[in-house]
T-cell receptor, first 109, second 120 residues
């Protein structure tokens, strides 16, 4: 079956760095997405990785290792507004998104 | 960027009634729309995939007679929850695809703001 694993919850301090991991097992691979979802809102797109390596976009970076079925989202200089759930999703061979359960990130002052 | 709207954003209804949720792509033509459901503290669960002009494809375990989907145009899809019950209370989110999945998969799905349904 298809499976996406990510931690349920993480806590970090304002101004610090946090890494959210995601491992996956899917039928085919057409890219991995990270979305941010604030409570009561729809997800918003953060990043897309299809090749191995690190993609940096401002305070957020996303890494992918296809051979290991592994990705992480790195958030730097954490701000209180970064408190949200972070969803990892993999696009399978049918171009359908398989979603992880999300990681709730709590930022403390 | 592409914008997807949903209406209503909030709905409260009595058990046994039907509720219709609209999903519109405002500035692009969506050949495919997806309907998701999200229960508290859980991830998105795909309910069905809706292609313009054809019948929707439902995921396993989703009752097609209970969740009626109509994708009558390239900018509008509707989800009707028939005979709603309290267990149908959830956050319903649609997303729309421009159809360029093979060339630009990272831009394929744009999410609406979601509709929160509460069935009393």
């Amino acid at each position: 079956g298809q499976n996406i694993d990510q931690p349920t919850e993480m806590t970090a301090t304002e101004g610090a760095i946090v890494q959210i991991n995601c491992t996956y097992q899917t039928s085919g691979f057409n890219g991995l997405f990270w979305y941010q979802q604030h409570a009561g809102e729809a997800p918003t797109f953060l990043s897309y990785n299809v090749l191995d390596g690190l993609e940096e976009k401002g305070r957020f970076s996303s890494f992918l290792s296809r051979s290991k079925g592994y990705s992480y989202l790195l958030l730097k200089e954490l701000q209180m507004k970064d408190s949200a759930s972070y969803l990892c999703a993999v696009m399978d061979s049918n171009y359908q998104l398989i979603w992880g359960a999300g990681t709730k990130l709590i930022i403390k002052p | 960027g592409a914008v997807v709207s949903q209406h209503p954003s909030w709905v409260i209804c009595k058990s046994g009634t039907s509720v219709k949720i609209e999903c519109r792509s405002l500035d692009f033509q969506a050949t495919t729309m997806f309907w998701y459901r999200q229960f508290p503290k859980q991830s998105l669960m795909l309910m069905a995939t809706s292609n313009e002009g054809s019948k929707a494809t439902y995921e396993q375990g989703v009752e097609k007679d209970k969740f009626l989907i109509n994708h009558a145009s390239l900018t509008l899809s509707t989800l009707t929850v028939t005979s709603a019950h309290p267990e149908d209370s959830s956050f319903y989110i649609c997303s729309a695809k421009t159809g360029q999945q093979e060339t630009k998969p990272q831009e394929t799905q744009y999410f609406g703001p979601g509709t929160r349904l509460l069935v009393l």
